[in-house]
């Protein structure tokens, strides 16, 4: 099992920059593919970030691509999102999601992760 612990998000206004955590525990995550997802009331989840196991393969939404940068740190266990030039339709509650990983390889479908957090409230004012 793994348990998964967003923390970072909150209000800022439009161009301003956010960085959300992703605090693993349970089992270490080098060993796992994660990514960042974002769901606003009525809509599914959507994919925004992940990558592999080694941080070495990763991918973006269209929608965040030159704005989001996922990274991880593999011997703090944690997983991160560095938000710039944040939009109003960037407002969502933003989880972070993992899959045990051999190939790799990231995933962009949430049906793809086992293990997801409870998510952070990021608000972006215009």
């Known amino acids: 099992q793994v348990q998964l612990i967003e923390s970072g998000g909150g209000l800022v206004q439009a161009g301003g920059s956010l960085r959300l955590s992703c605090a693993a525990s349970?089992?270490?995550?080098?060993?796992?593919?994660m990514g960042w997802f974002r769901q606003v009331p009525g809509k599914d989840r959507e994919f925004v970030a992940a990558?592999?196991?080694?941080?070495?393969?990763?991918g973006y939404a269209d929608s965040v691509k030159g704005r989001f940068t996922i990274s991880r740190d593999n011997a703090m266990n944690t997983l991160y999102l560095l938000m710039n030039d944040l939009k109003p339709e960037d407002t969502a509650v933003y989880h972070c999601?993992?899959?045990?990983?051999?190939?790799?390889?990231?995933?962009?479908?949430?049906?793809?992760?086992?293990?997801w957090g409870q998510g952070t409230q990021v608000t972006v004012s215009s």
């Open positions: 999601a993992a899959v045990r990983d051999y190939t790799g390889e990231y995933s962009d479908s949430p049906q793809r992760y086992a293990y």
């Open positions: 990558d592999s196991w080694s941080g070495r393969n990763n």
């Open positions: 349970g089992r270490a995550i080098n060993t796992f593919a």
